[in-house]
């Protein structure tokens, strides 16, 4: 993030002075957050809590950061960020009665395309750090949409409308589900897959992000 050597010994991703200073929004511990409140406007039922991480503001260092995670065939960022936000967030109780972990799955030719999807990257450092499980096979993106990024406005809502499909609902029966995602601007496509989710009967839900968009 600020452009320092950090060495090739080191098993660090970013410097100890950027790790200090990344923008944590401390959502772990506040409910009615704007992550929060931008998702229960879907009116899912049943979620249980929802947070960010970090807040993203373009022409920022962090900005860089979540461009290399991305597209930069970097994913051992999102694996860095996703276990560094797990060790803060479970002080807070925040992964709490969680049995499931589901990221928000890629389109099978955006998968082939980029080569691995950032959000099960994130989730696999929540996971290594809470024990919590991963699953990718109930939830798939059954249609493979143009970039949210690209889109604006209620663009974004058609955009992924339907995007999202679910397999085997009777297996996710009364589980508590956590839904990971890189980042949530106006979190059309996390209500979108939780909208899916709905087949999943008795379920109840909450959403990991590591980054809010302002």
Same mark, same amino acid.
């Given at each position: 993030?600020?452009?320092?050597?950090?060495?090739?010994?080191?098993?660090? @991703? *970013?410097? $100890?002075?950027? %790790?200090?200073?990344?923008?944590?929004? !401390?959502?772990?511990?506040?409910?009615?957050?704007?992550?929060?409140?931008?998702?229960?406007?879907?009116?899912?039922?049943?979620?249980?809590?929802?947070?960010?991480f970090l807040f993203y503001e373009k022409e920022t260092p962090i900005q860089g950061l979540?461009?290399?995670?991305?597209?930069?065939?970097?994913?051992?960022?999102?694996?860095?960020?996703?276990?560094?936000?797990?060790?803060?967030?479970?002080?807070?109780?925040?992964?709490?009665?969680?049995? @499931? *972990?589901? $990221?928000?799955? %890629?389109?099978?030719?955006?998968?082939? !395309?980029?080569?691995?999807?950032?959000?099960?990257?994130?989730?696999?450092?929540?996971?290594?750090?809470?024990?919590?499980?991963?699953?990718?096979?109930?939830v798939v993106r059954s249609r493979n949409t143009p970039k949210q990024a690209l889109q604006?406005?209620?663009?974004?809502?058609?955009?992924?409308?339907?995007?999202?499909?679910?397999?085997?609902?009777?297996?996710?029966?009364?589980?508590?589900?956590?839904?990971?995602?890189?980042?949530?601007?106006?979190?059309?496509?996390?209500?979108?897959?939780?909208?899916?989710?709905?087949?999943?009967?008795?379920?109840?839900?909450?959403?990991?992000?590591?980054?809010?968009?302002?």
């Open positions: 993030m600020c452009g320092k050597y950090i060495g090739e010994q080191s098993k660090e @991703i *970013i410097c $100890p002075d950027c %790790l200090r200073i990344l923008p944590r929004t !401390e959502q772990d511990t506040l409910r009615q957050n704007i992550t929060e409140m931008t998702l229960t406007e879907s009116k899912v039922m049943h979620l249980n809590r929802a947070a960010a979540i461009h290399k995670m991305k597209y930069a065939d970097q994913p051992e960022i999102a694996y860095f960020l996703g276990r560094q936000a797990a060790l803060e967030f479970q002080y807070a109780d925040f992964f709490d009665g969680i049995d @499931i *972990i589901i $990221p928000v799955p %890629l389109h099978l030719k955006r998968l082939r !395309e980029r080569g691995y999807n950032q959000s099960e990257y994130i989730a696999r450092g929540i996971s290594d750090v809470t024990g919590i499980p991963i699953d990718t096979t109930h604006k406005g209620d663009e974004r809502k058609q955009n992924v409308s339907e995007a999202f499909t679910v397999n085997h609902p009777e297996q996710m029966y009364h589980k508590h589900i956590l839904l990971v995602d890189d980042l949530i601007t106006t979190g059309e496509t996390a209500k979108a897959c939780l909208h899916a989710m709905k087949k999943f009967r008795g379920a109840s839900f909450s959403v990991f992000s590591l980054c809010k968009a302002s």
